[in-house]
């Protein structure tokens, strides 16, 4: 039986009497064990399996524990333990009572949403105020689910009083939305667990005993959930030390006043830890307890062997970090799949990314989007892949789908032509094209299919007489396709400009300079800037889009440090591009946020950037639900993922953008620097 293998502290919670359980499963302490043993106490001691019920965060940590129970038990015993995720269970059982009701994406709802929204007239009303846009609304009432329990109205006007005079609206809408979906059978992800706990209070189903797993992770809907079902036992196991995902609606609360909620309740405390060696856990232990101690807890050892201390990485600038580190992964032993670099802003991890990938060792990235995958980065790739390879087509299309009013099918039209006006030459064809006709595009005309003979319908040129033009740029060819728009004009001006400004430049870094410098460059930063800064009411935060702009600069510079390292075009090319799919997929080094870290285990891990302002995030902390509390957890989080080796990295400078840091606050807590950070030189 399970039980037989648990230490002490983890028998007594697996074998608790029935009641009010809390059980306190710290980092590596053996929690999915201890769940998996408590099931098979219940079992053995009589209780029927369909009794049991098992509330998991993923349906694979259900599985799981299913899985292990079926190596003791028959599978048509484990097979009536009700277990899943809240809103598969819930799912399940409003099935059963409503078996015409549907379950809907959030793109579909929102939808539905929006048509009812679209049928109020803002406008009559000749307010000042600008209404929130459909989607915006959407998602404000969908977060309140989430966390509230008093009305929407009042719940939003807290936040937006100046919206008063909409409010009837609002509610209006929502009222209908909320009418439309019963209607139809309409549920959403938060309609499972409303929809279960208004059943739950008309209807309710008995279970001896409810399991819940990650308790720190429930937010006030779940444990809502969890207080409506009956039930004579309840068995919750989370940590309150790790509880991470305020930002996400997590409530704290929930875990930290279980004792007070519930009467007579019983907290069990898994403290010794068969994951991390006795340096890497003292270290997290000196950090954790600087937080408030909501249940005294302290990890102990449970693995013996040699173990290493954690070192200190110090470096004068942010990339040199990078590089170093990825040197040092180079040269480690540990098998790739078995590293960690572990960073707690997205931006961290462009730098180890590219300096990995540099040295052609592959990794793959979890929490993010990869730094070869930004656009504003792949739009420099695609031009200096162009360079090398004028036949790449599809490198050319992605280039122009940027210009305004083209998509794919006129920039491969547009492509096509200045390999005509070239006679079988990109580069002739942009800057010096020997035929001014336009080819034959479409050579069969096909009404049925929808494909018109558009290139005998030449295009005025003085359409464009207005647009600054220079003569090359008037007279090209290209200005008489029929379909080409004044903002395709202008965007060919820059990508003419920019290949005339590179015609006798060889340098990789020269030329990504001169493309970085360039206004063809200033028009992608500018769009994809102003995409990222449109609020969801449809406004553009000049702030945020300045933010934004800093950022795809600092990328862009990122890639032309990595660009300063070759000679050649092509090498640099084949290192960036060509080995790039290869490079993200398989067996690699682990890239990961600290939140998408949480509950694996590597070899040897590095946490990198621990400066102030960067680990802990300051900003964020200013942020609604953001504390020092919370970051000094996160940083427990992701020393606890080391069990062999672990190395913490700051940098002094950023070169780029030309800041001093001081370190981490958590380093001088972790005992690993003296004194104070003004003192740090």
């Known amino acids: 039986m399970p039980i037989q293998g648990l230490n002490d502290e983890q028998r007594g919670a697996a074998t608790a009497p029935l009641g009010r359980n809390l059980i306190i499963a710290s980092a590596g302490t053996g929690k999915t064990s201890t769940i998996v043993a408590r099931i098979a106490h219940l079992l053995k001691n009589g209780i029927p399996p369909h009794k049991i019920l098992l509330l998991t965060f993923t349906n694979k940590a259900a599985g799981e524990m299913i899985a292990r129970l079926g190596r003791y038990f028959p599978s048509e015993i484990v097979g009536k333990i009700e277990s899943g995720t809240f809103h598969a269970v819930s799912y399940r059982w409003l099935k059963e009572r409503y078996p015409t009701l549907t379950l809907k994406q959030p793109g579909e709802l929102k939808t539905l949403f929006r048509s009812i929204y679209e049928k109020r007239n803002f406008k009559r009303l000749a307010l000042d105020l600008q209404p929130f846009s459909s989607l915006y609304l959407y998602e404000q009432y969908s977060l309140y689910q989430n966390i509230s329990s008093e009305g929407f109205d009042g719940w939003f006007l807290e936040k937006y009083p100046e919206h008063e005079l909409l409010m009837d609206i609002y509610m209006h809408i929502i009222e209908e939305f909320e009418h439309e979906k019963r209607l139809y059978g309409f549920v959403s992800f938060n309609d499972l667990l409303l929809w279960a706990i208004e059943d739950l209070r008309k209807d309710n189903i008995e279970f001896d005993e409810v399991l819940v797993d990650e308790y720190q992770d429930t937010n006030t809907l779940q444990s809502l959930l969890i207080d409506t ?52 856990l003292s270290l997290a232990n000196r950090v954790i307890e600087k937080n408030e101690r909501i249940y005294p807890k302290k990890l102990e050892v449970g693995r013996k062997g040699v173990s290493h201390p954690p070192r200190l990485l110090i470096y004068n600038e942010l990339f040199e970090q990078y590089q170093a580190i990825s040197e040092q992964i180079r040269g480690s032993r540990t098998p790739n799949d078995q590293i960690a670099v572990i960073f707690r802003n997205n931006s961290s991890a462009d730098g180890i990314e590219a300096s990995l990938r540099e040295l052609g060792i592959p990794c793959k990235r979890k929490g993010g989007t990869s730094f070869f995958d930004a656009r504003e980065v792949k739009f420099l790739l695609d031009l200096m892949t162009i360079l090398v390879n004028p036949k790449d087509m599809m490198a050319f299309i992605h280039l122009f789908e940027f210009a305004k009013g083209l998509g794919s099918a006129i920039s491969k039209e547009i492509y096509q032509s200045f390999i005509h006006f070239g006679e079988g030459s990109l580069m002739r064809g942009v800057l010096d094209p020997t035929i001014t006709t336009l080819p034959k595009l479409n050579p069969t005309k096909n009404q049925q299919l929808g494909l018109f003979d558009d290139d005998l319908e030449i295009g005025s040129v003085s359409r464009f007489a207005s647009l600054d033009l220079s003569e090359a740029v008037r007279s ?10 004044s903002e395709g004009v202008l965007f060919f001006r820059e990508f003419h400009t920019f290949l005339r400004s590179i015609k006798n430049t060889r340098q990789p870094a020269s030329i990504l300079q001169k493309a970085i410098a360039s206004k063809l460059y200033e028009k992608v930063a500018d769009q994809l800037a102003t995409q990222r800064a449109t609020l969801k009411s449809g406004e553009i935060d000049t702030t945020k889009m300045e933010e934004a702009k800093e950022r795809i600069y600092r990328k862009a510079k990122l890639l032309l440090e990595l660009a300063g390292h070759y000679q050649d075009m092509h090498r640099f090319v084949n290192a960036m591009v060509l080995g790039g799919g290869e490079l993200s997929e398989g067996e690699g080094v682990n890239l990961l946020t600290v939140h998408a870290s949480k509950g694996l285990e590597f070899t040897e891990v590095y946490v990198v950037d621990l400066m102030d302002g960067r680990f802990p995030n300051r900003k964020l902390m200013s942020k609604s639900g953001g504390s020092i509390e919370e970051e000094r957890r996160l ?12 190395a913490l990295s ?19 807590e972790a005992g690993l620097l003296k004194g104070t950070p003004e003192s740090f030189s």
């Open 229 to 280: 079902i009956e039930s004579k036992s309840l068995f919750c196991v989370g940590d309150y030390d790790q509880s991470i995902y305020a930002f996400n609606g997590a409530n704290i609360e929930n875990i930290s006043t279980f004792t007070t909620r519930y009467s007579g309740a019983e907290v069990y405390t898994l403290k010794t830890n068969y994951r991390s060696s006795a340096p890497i």
């Open 476 to 485: 090209h060819p290209l200005l008489k396709h029929p379909r080409i728009t």
């Open 635 to 646: 940083f427990y989080v992701a020393v606890t993922r080391a069990k062999d080796r672990l």
């Open 650 to 668: 700051l940098a002094k400078s950023d070169r780029i953008k030309q800041l001093d840091f001081i370190p981490s606050p958590f380093l001088y």
